[in-house]
């Protein structure tokens, strides 16, 4: 244990972080990267598993199902408040190999479950539930892979961890719809249910979507055990990470993040169901991954803009464009006159994942440098190292919740779009609510980071904060 525990742990020292740092935080990173990726595949699996209970003879209605999408999000967010707080309690290390574990229980479950359409209805609102299990993971491991970083690559290393682990929902979006009708596995995982779709009777192997799972958690988890490290100052009681809920730039910042992640985890779990009810004559479950593909890629690849030219100005953008996405999303379902056409359809929701996921890499840079630059205020008398300290687990504990208070935007979302279908047939309702949330989240960004004279004003990089200081 004693060979995982980092006693002397200087990221800031420039000589110390190439000597010696890089390399360890490298390795941390790229070990809690598929452990994460995993805990986004689990935790979305009921987004693609939904869309064929009818298929293999569950009688469940649209509402139901579309329950069953937001059920996940809603233990996933709730379980990422009690994990925002854990990694400085019991080590980043230990939490990641338990948290990635605890993966198996709903993807065995689900993997016997869908198998026998006797199953009641109760059974699978347990199983969603046990789902969110994937997404507390998340804030756990960002709160943990904050703390090896310098300041200057904080917010490229989180994008990458954040971007790269939520490719999770896209790789378990493309690997289902292949997988569940591949008998290979039939003799391990179990026989498939004889479904007929459109007149034609085939075998549908729906375990096989949750199975396929439970080999690589076990392995990431290994990986984790042997090969990732705790940092001893990286140590706080639940007592001092609780200042966090006294700090106003948490709550705006929880704001801001549930219209990015919030967006980007929401309409990955409708997305699928959605298009299915509104085009049932398109093939939607087979291109269904490329948007949580989008968004992931786009979080993880502009991360470094964030870094060079601030995210209060990056997130500025990102929220007009999601104004013109759910315009265009308007015009594809048919709001505006005239017949709903997928390709609008199509075209402006990949728009809209685009930028969740610029948005999602770019209100992260934005905590750090907003709660450095908050410390000289809260901390008048403290000496620099004692600031730097202080920022850190702040930074790390607002990163944790804000990721939290994000993730119910998986549970409005699917939600909303599922009464909106029950209510009017249409999901125009539910467009019109984002459409007006992201009008407010472009307000309160603009008026508290963005706009000249802020506390961010001038800031670009984390960088330009240090020179500051």
């Given at each position: 244990m004693a060979n995982h525990l980092l006693t002397d742990w200087k990221p800031e020292d420039p000589d110390y972080w190439q000597g010696k740092g890089r390399s360890i935080a490298a390795r941390n990173l790229w070990i809690s990267v598929p452990n994460l990726t995993l805990a986004f595949a689990v935790w979305m699996v009921w987004s693609m598993v939904v869309a064929k209970l009818?298929?293999?003879?569950?009688?469940?209605?649209?509402?139901?199902?579309?329950?069953?999408?937001?059920?996940?999000?809603?233990?996933?967010?709730t379980l990422r408040i009690f994990y925002s707080f854990i990694v400085p309690i019991l080590g980043g290390r230990l939490w990641t190999v338990l948290t990635t574990l605890s993966l198996a229980v709903p993807a065995v479950g689900i993997g016997l479950a869908v198998q026998h359409p006797e199953t009641p209805y109760a059974m699978f609102v347990l199983l969603a539930l046990l789902c969110g299990f994937g997404g507390g993971n998340f804030a756990s491991s960002m709160s943990n892979i904050g703390f090896f970083f310098p300041k200057a690559q904080k917010g490229n290393a989180l994008a990458i961890n954040a971007g790269f682990g939520n490719l999770g929902v896209s790789l378990m979006q493309f690997v289902?719809?292949?997988?569940?009708?591949?008998?290979?596995?039939?003799?391990?995982?179990?026989?498939?249910?004889?479904?007929?779709?459109k007149g034609v009777a085939s075998q549908l192997y729906l375990q096989n979507a949750a199975f396929i799972?439970?080999?690589?958690?076990?392995?990431?988890?290994?990986?984790?055990?042997l090969g990732m490290n705790d940092i001893s100052t990286a140590k706080a009681s639940f007592k001092a990470q609780s200042v966090v809920f006294r700090r106003r730039h948490n709550w705006i910042m929880c704001w801001l993040y549930l219209g990015t992640f919030g967006s980007f985890i929401g309409f990955s779990a409708a997305f699928p169901l959605l298009a299915k009810t509104l085009f049932p004559d398109v093939l939607v479950l087979k291109i269904a991954f490329l948007g949580p593909l989008v968004g992931a890629l786009s979080r993880a690849l502009t991360g470094w803009i964030s870094d060079r030219w601030g995210g209060q100005n990056v997130t500025q953008i990102t929220f007009g464009a999601l104004i013109l996405g759910v315009v265009c999303t308007l015009r594809g379902v048919g709001a505006f006159g005239g017949a709903a056409n997928f390709q609008i359809f199509f075209a402006s929701f990949m728009w809209l994942f685009f930028w969740t996921g610029v948005g999602n890499a770019s209100t992260f840079q934005m905590i750090p440098a907003i709660v450095r630059a908050s410390m000289v205020r809260l901390m008048p008398a403290a000496t620099p190292a004692e600031r730097l300290q202080s920022a850190e687990m702040e930074s790390a504990a607002i990163v944790g919740f804000t990721s939290a208070f994000g993730a119910f935007g998986g549970v409005f979302i699917p939600m909303a779009f599922g009464q909106s279908l029950k209510d009017t047939g249409n999901a125009n309702t539910a467009l019109i609510v984002f459409l007006t949330f992201y009008i407010t989240c472009a307000v309160l960004n603009w008026a508290t980071y963005a706009r000249r004279g802020s506390i961010l004003s001038g800031a670009k990089s984390p960088t330009t904060l240090k020179a500051a200081e």
């Open positions: 009818k298929l293999v003879g569950f009688r469940f209605t649209t509402d139901q199902l579309f329950w069953l999408t937001a059920l996940p999000a809603l233990s996933g967010a289902v719809p292949v997988i569940i009708t591949s008998g290979f596995f039939a003799p391990v995982f179990g026989a498939g249910l004889t479904i007929h779709d799972w439970v080999p690589f958690i076990l392995a990431a988890a290994a990986a984790a055990w």
